[in-house]
């Protein structure tokens, strides 16, 4: 759990974010926390990298192409956009979960493989 706590600072920050910017007026500590929150989840992939409990592979395309889909698809639905943007939207999440069970069966892997060394 010690080596977690980044993970799930992330998210809990992540979700008080969102709830925060949908539940009142606040929307820019809402994305303060949002950003944070994120870039907590970002340095557990980096450590668990640099522990050597995770290798990225292909999966990180997974990562940035839904991340940028649901970007552009949250920055068209605020300005206008020519289609219905949740076309970008949900299989922007879609990549993402495919993207965070893909770390975890990898981490997992990884784990296994090295208490099996010991």
């Known amino acids: 759990m010690k080596s977690k706590w980044p993970l799930f600072t992330g998210i809990i920050l992540l979700t008080t974010g969102i709830v925060l ?4 007026d ?21 450590d668990k990298t640099r522990r050597g409990e995770y290798k990225p592979g292909y999966e990180i395309l997974f990562l940035i192409i839904g991340l940028s889909m649901f970007l552009t698809g949250i920055y068209l639905r605020a300005n206008g ?9 949900a299989p922007g999440i879609a ?7 893909m770390f975890i069966v990898k981490s997992r892997k ?4 090295q208490e099996a060394e010991v």
């Open 21 to 24: 910017r949908k539940a009142t």
């Open 110 to 113: 990884t784990r296994l493989g």
């Open 95 to 101: 990549l993402k979960v495919l993207f965070v069970v």
């Open 81 to 89: 956009a020519p289609f219905n943007p949740v076309f970008l939207i």
């Open 26 to 46: 606040l929307a820019t500590p809402g994305l303060a926390l949002i950003i944070v929150g994120a870039l907590f989840k970002v340095f557990y992939i980096i």
